[in-house]
């Protein structure tokens, strides 16, 4: 991991963790990422060895499904008391479990709460007694998930009124959460139960560690899903990542590259020589395009029909600008320019890429929006609207792509330690890097690997969502 925090290397060691408790200084936990060399099996197990307590309320329909996604991750578990028949599921699945006694010890890595069988408000008490119980043992960088049924699949209005508690339960968790945990809702479509696997394989792992008081819903699947691979899920399939010669971008292709794709990396004329030596890295290929002129698609399509004559599967569009000004000073140019590359580009590749067959049935599409353009940023009304806008694509274009069984995401990161960060004033920055729950700055991986996880082949019950990589801010929504 590379950062420019300086304070949260002081905070955490000896002398500076001794000054921070003293005067009540915040000490941010240095987050648990994936290992440089991207092994797998360190993916897949939080620790060595991990653990998960696991409850749920009501029926608790989704537990047999997710005995059998722990057995597949080889995470162990422990039941709550308010749910002993977990042991039953988790042996039925091949997996050892016993009881959770907060007395014993124990600190597991992850708690899981079914929650999606909560039929009224009362229900909720269950949700209050297992994470009462459970919080304070949890261990550090732990994961907490509560599932739930999305509000628009329930029966009556008082489990719909439930249901849509659990939003604001959880965010507040979040934001209790210590020493690097983080928490997200999972809305469960019934016709998504068998398709867990790529978000838990996520969430449930160090991947996921910038991710937090994040709501997702998992919906009918727009495809298949493949058989399940331990390792590299992507072999075999190609992806175009632009804005791809540093910094984030760089390492989107990066993670992309290490779960098997082949990657054709996009960027500008002038970054010819950085994206070259990151497409030599990663063994993929080099295209260099403004993405903004009228040519682009056809000098994509032109490169494409030799690297990928058989199609694109991921397509994601990272290459972004920014002009801030105020509006008053804001120049017609400045405003023009950031909406047609950050959002206009994309809208005409997607377009040309579809008409043309090169996006074919199966492949994914991620835009990169922006806490920016969730809660706004003054001096950015340009790429705040642009950032917005992506959002709007998704959101437009996911139900018309789930009839050709291809899915659209976004991402939205918040504050991300790249150089264009570094030379933003030191009181901004730290603001910005204080100001989520986790109480750092991401790293570019973190944005690369929500990116992958949405990229996955066993990803199609996700489409037209916006997944927030910032730690849970304190900005917007």
């Known amino acids: 991991m590379t950062t420019s925090d300086r304070y949260l290397a002081f905070a955490n060691s000896a002398l500076g963790s001794r000054l921070a408790n003293a005067l009540g200084l915040p000490r941010p936990v240095p987050l648990e990422r994936m290992p440089d060399d991207g092994d797998d099996v360190a993916e897949a197990r939080l620790v060595a060895p991990p653990l998960a307590v696991v409850g749920g309320a009501g029926d608790a329909p989704l537990l047999p499904g997710l005995a059998r996604e722990l057995h597949w991750l080889g995470i162990p578990s422990l039941a709550h008391a308010q749910r002993l028949d977990w042991i039953a599921y988790a042996n039925k699945a091949g997996t050892m479990s016993g009881r959770f006694n907060a007395n014993e010890g ?3 890595k992850a708690l899981l709460f079914d929650a999606s069988g909560i039929a009224d408000t009362a229900e909720l008490e269950s949700l209050f007694a297992f994470f009462h119980d459970t919080l304070a043992t949890l261990d550090r960088c732990a994961r907490v998930l509560v599932l739930g049924l999305p509000p628009s699949m329930t029966t009556t209005p008082q489990a719909s009124i439930a249901q849509r508690a659990l939003e604001g339960f959880v965010r507040s968790l979040a934001k209790e959460l210590k020493r690097g945990a983080t928490a997200q809702l999972l809305y469960v479509d019934p016709a998504a139960r068998e398709s867990l696997h790529s978000t838990l394989r996520f969430f449930l792992s160090p991947r996921a560690a910038y991710v937090s008081g994040q709501a997702i819903t998992l919906q009918t699947p727009v495809f298949e899903t493949p058989p399940m691979r331990d390792t590299r899920p992507l072999a075999g399939q190609v992806a175009l990542v632009t804005g791809a010669a540093r910094g984030i971008g760089e390492s989107i292709a990066t993670v992309l590259a290490r779960d098997g794709a082949h990657v054709v990396c996009v960027d500008i004329p002038s970054a010819q020589d950085a994206l070259t030596t990151v497409a030599t890295r990663l063994d993929g290929s080099a295209l260099t395009c403004d993405i903004a002129s009228p040519e682009a698609a056809a000098t994509l399509m032109a490169h494409l029909a030799t690297h990928a004559p058989n199609g694109l599967d991921i397509l994601v569009h990272n290459a972004g600008i920014t002009r801030d000004k105020t509006i008053v000073r804001m120049s017609d ?94 009181a901004i920055r730290e603001a910005g890097r204080r100001m989520n729950s986790l109480g750092q700055g991401g790293q570019p991986v973190d944005v690369a690997e929500a990116i992958a996880w949405l990229a996955h082949p066993a990803s199609g019950a996700l489409t037209g969502q916006v997944v927030r990589v910032c730690g849970q801010s304190l900005l917007g929504a």
Request: glycine letters at 10%; aromatic letters at 6%; proline letters at 5%.
């Open 333 to 426: 140019a400045q405003w023009q320019s950031v909406l047609d590359i950050n959002v206009g580009a994309p809208q005409r590749l997607n377009a040309a890429l579809l008409d043309a067959g090169v996006l074919r049935a199966n492949s994914r599409i991620v835009g990169v929006a922006s806490i920016s353009g969730i809660a706004g940023n003054r001096g950015q009304t340009n790429y705040a609207a642009s950032k917005a806008a992506v959002i709007g694509m998704v959101e437009a274009w996911s139900p018309l792509l789930a009839g050709r069984h291809i899915s659209i995401n976004a991402v939205a990161p918040g504050f991300i330690e790249t150089q264009m960060t570094a030379a933003v004033p030191f």
């Open 106 to 108: 124990v600190r597991p």
